[in-house]
């Protein structure tokens, strides 16, 4: 690609992928909002271009892992939202047929294996997935999210310095919104850059601006072929922010109204729509029809999973364990 | 003659037929391959020299991380075996067995699921003191979707092994300490002893013993002394602890109606106040006497050697109790 750069067809995909993140927070929030479904909301609004950059170069067969702010990696990842509607409002046709809920979406057929509602379990069972890949050879790449607030938990030291020293194919994405639950990045994260702690484990550290899509598609290209090539984790953190506090509800009276303000002056869909237009990569019209569709999608999506059915409550009794074998597990089992 | 063999003769053996039928199967944990000392009592030597460091992988000393590793392997079609060196260390883990591990299958509505073992091993009787001794099953055994499994005996922990690898969900596999050296026949290869199903190893009439572990071997000590005292007891062996056979322990209550639960963790809140509970609920009115149970002392595990003897069960405690009951 000349100079580095995505080209049209890609810069368009990321508007797309980007404004259904935003499209579909605006009518889950609603929804929420107003009763139709009862859930507890961790908004992805402001990072949506992190999510969208790097599911630009993942195939359906990579991997990821995600946590309860994670509604945009799934949909980057190619999650329909139609049955994270209907698993956000508790019935039979969501990706888990209700069971698991907002915070623990999962839908192997696109690679989402793990939503963890527990702050930095994204990344030790990340690197098992990329672990399997690694055995069998399968040029897999194993995505970890995470947020800020994780980077201060054990489970990131003990996963970095594993997949180091394993030299597994995984990126780290750290998605840095400044704010982990009510409290102030810098105020709780010693020593600045979380990216920096990758020279800690010799491994590469990218600190990029999480609310360009340029810069994030090209940061992600570079980790994720680190990881393909089989030269070991990478590092990503994507500075960004959050448009609506920790969950929905919150006043967010902690984020003093400038910080908040600015950011939302830069809105990274905003700037993003502006730029594809004024540099001629897409007509205003284009990017209007874009939007236009995925509404029609997302609204699609909410009605079909407010007219399914609940789950029976016989479920209790099911997927807790497997069937018991009776016979041996057989022998040289194809691997799947 | 049969060949006579340890503990860990009987798990390595099934480890590497396990790993020979099975090409999903690996290892993973701290120490286990042989440039570590293939596990720190050899319950892994020599496999990673036979199956290579790909499969058999000695960890940094980060529980978390193993589990995870597990998890995520097991998630898309391994049979990964973690060794938590000792069964204390699984408290640095809890947040990735039991919310994870064990909750996962449930979680995506049954779309994924972890087909994991976590080995490890524990009990009092060296001196290890109180963070090297404990016994922790009731922790798993109250959170669903962990199987929770123990043996007695070499071929046991072989036939169960196999069993555990063969499963489809996460099982914790709790190896006693001294018991790994005590011998016993050898197991043929590929026997699998099934989950869930528990083993009555000695018939009786007059009283039952349910256990599991290395206590079973002192049930069965005090079985055979009450036997010279007129007492017949029965003792089963639960082998898994979680879930339980409760049909084989009320049948067997049923028919003998005395009970005594008896296990090396502590008695309070353990296990057994749950086996007693349903034997209470199923069989109440029909028992002749009330259930009992002995289990370790409310203290963490002493280091001196008189204190930890009487911290744990003896023969003579489960005689005592079970003369009182008559």
Redesign the interface.
Known sequence: MPDNQPDRDTLVQLFRTMSLIKINDHHIRAAARTGRINVIYYSPRGQEAVAAGIAAHLTAND?I?TIYRGIHDQLAKGVPSRVIWAEYAGRVT???????GPM?I???ETGV??T???VG?S??????????S??RGDKRV?IANFGDGASNI??FH??L??AA??KLPIVFVCQNNLYAEHSRFDKFTAGGRISDRAGSYGIPGLHVDGNDPVAMWKAAREAIAHARDGDGPVLIEAMTFRFHGHLLGDDASYIPKEQLEAAVQNDPLVVFRRFLIDHGSASEAELAAIEAEIEEEVVEARTSALAAPYPDVNELK?????????T??P???T?? | MTDMINSIEALNRALADAMTDHPEVILLGEDLADEEGGGIVGVTKGLSGRFGDSRVRSTPISEQAIIGAGIGAALVGMRPVCEIMLMNFTTVAMDMITNHAAKLRFMSGGQTHVPMVIRTMTGTGLGNGGQHSDYLEAWFAHTPGMKVVSYSSPSEAYGLMRSAIDDDDPVLFIENIPGYFATGPAPLAGTRIPLGIANIARNGEDVTIISYSEMVNLALAAAAALAEQGISAEVIDLRTIAPYDRATVLTSVGKTGRAVIVHEAVRDFGVGAEIAADISEALHGKLAAPVRRLGGASCPVPFSKPLETAFAPRKEDIIEIIRGLF
């Open positions: 991997y892992t969501g990706s888990c047929k209700g069971k698991g623990h999962t839908h192997p294996m793990v963890t509602g527990i379990s990344m030790p069972i990340a690197n098992g997935l990329a672990l399997a690694q055995i194993v054990g489970a003990e996963s310095n594993l020293v394993w099911i997927d807790v364990f497997g069937p018991s074998r009776s041996p597990l022998r040289a089992e691997v799947r």
